[in-house]
């Protein structure tokens, strides 16, 4: 797959290549321009204005653009107004100057030779589209979570990362923290004794984390947002202030629900520790969901599904398991979810250092990580083909649940096998100018 067009009249794409991470300060010496990592946000609603927070306060870093559809409005978390200009303004206290520029199309941002990153926290829907064309315009990326909206974009993007060699972090942080690390080493190492089943417990419902759930009827779009651009890629659909905003993430258009949005996280937790970064299960069983009917949102507020690994592993993810990831073995179990874990017995971690030789990435900082990576070039924690695969397993999780259905997966050329009418959802039209082509 090609990246998407994207001419206009000022731009130009970049050539295929491997592009060289940045030189390191030690060769240019202190004060040079290398010590500095410019990067732009592309989104800068609740999500990507909390992250722009975090990456401010690294000091090899220049936050020198934000882009955002939405100049400046509501329907951000708990009502919160966001928008670039919001963000222009932070950064620009931060750094005590007036030099952020804030534009309307990433485009534009791409284009730019003063940026070295981009930060993607747009809705799912726009991920593959942007990350393909930044990877082709040599900009290193740290993607949001989940890493698509279908297992055909993932692979694009994942393909097209690859190719590039720029680097790439997912925003999928539970790889930086401490607890489910040392739940997955405790997996990978044979302390559980042989896994047998992996269960993945998701919040339900869908929170009105925007305060605009009830305001489902159509109007025009308000002053300032240009919503034919934040539709995108998307089908056109009337705007509503309910459609947009943080509440996104229940409709199916953009978004696959708690599914994906929650599953990008713990779903890559039993990934990790079941070493299957590069693959995935063989089938998905015994789906069932509840899709309560609202004029807008059409995801599915109770859930279960099954994974069957070739191993005999058997995931188990749904809304009713306790939140987080336990895995279980013939000797024990081992749960963790943010900030903490459990296990069954106190000597399955009384002797870290002899519990086998399988030590994972060590991260402490997830943001940290990824500047890291643009100065050195190495891999981040959280590499773009794992979090392809991850995301991949809640795709076909929700594809079983809106079949109402079995699938039969074939993890090596990512097919479902004998169900052509499941086997066409594992992507999606995209609208002109932006399909993958």
């Known amino acids: 797959m090609r990246a998407p067009q994207l001419t206009r009249r000022t731009f130009s794409r970049a050539a295929l290549g491997t592009f060289p991470a940045i030189v390191p300060a030690s060769v240019l010496g202190q004060g040079a321009p290398s010590n500095h990592l410019s990067i732009g946000f592309i989104g800068t609603g609740n999500n990507g204005t909390n992250w722009m927070l975090r990456f401010l306060q690294d000091a090899r870093v220049r936050v020198r653009v ?40 990433f485009r534009e941002l791409l284009a730019r030779d003063d940026v070295d990153a981009i930060y993607i926290g747009t809705p799912d829907h726009w991920h593959a589209p942007m990350a393909i064309a930044a990877a082709r315009a040599g900009k290193h990326i740290y993607g949001q979570k989940p890493l698509s909206l279908t297992v055909r974009g993932g692979r694009a993007m994942a393909d097209a990362v690859k190719t590039a060699g720029v680097v790439w972090q997912t925003g999928s942080q539970q790889r930086s923290d401490r607890n489910f690390r040392i739940v997955c080493e405790l997996a990978r190492n044979g302390r559980l004794g042989k896994l047998h089943t992996v269960r993945v417990g998701l919040p339900g419902g869908r929170p009105d984390y925007g305060k605009t759930a009830r305001l489902t009827e159509t109007r025009p779009a308000p002053e300032g947002l240009d919503y034919e651009m934040w539709l995108g890629p998307a089908p056109y659909r009337p705007y509503a202030p309910a459609r947009v905003g943080v509440n996104f993430r229940w409709v199916s258009d953009y978004s696959g629900g708690q599914v ?35 004029p807008i949102y059409d995801t599915a507020t109770e859930f279960h599904f099954e994974c069957e690994y070739s191993s005999g592993v058997r995931l188990v993810c749904s809304d009713k398991e306790r939140g987080g990831v336990r895995f279980e073995g013939s000797n024990g179990w081992a749960w963790a979810n943010r900030g903490t874990h459990e296990v069954s017995a106190e000597d399955i971690v009384s002797d870290p250092p002899g519990y086998g030789g399988i030590r994972l990435f060590r991260s402490s900082n997830h943001v940290t990580n990824f500047i890291d990576s643009c100065f050195t070039g190495k891999p981040t924690v959280a590499p773009i083909e794992a979090a392809h695969r991850s995301a991949s397993i809640a795709h076909l999780g929700n594809i079983a649940l809106r079949k109402g259905r079995d699938l039969q997966w074939d993890p090596v050329n990512e097919r479902i096998i004998d169900d052509p009418g499941a086997e066409q959802l594992l992507d999606r039209p995209r609208r002109r100018p932006w399909e993958l082509t």
């Not at 409005?73 to 620009?92: L, S």
């Not at 599953?263 to 509840?290: C, E, F, T, Y």
Request: hydrophobic fraction near 30%; glycine fraction near 14%.
């Open 260 to 294: 994906t949005d929650f599953g990008a996280h713990h779903i890559d937790i039993a990934q990790w520790g079941l070493g299957m970064d590069s693959s995935g299960p063989v089938a998905i069983r015994n789906p069932r969901a509840k899709f309560p009917p609202h």
């Open 66 to 105: 934000v882009c955002d559809v939405n100049r400046e409005g509501g329907g951000y978390w708990d009502g919160t107004v966001r928008g670039r200009e919001p963000a222009r303004r932070i950064v620009n206290e931060h750094y005590g100057d007036n030099s952020c520029l804030a534009l309307n199309d």
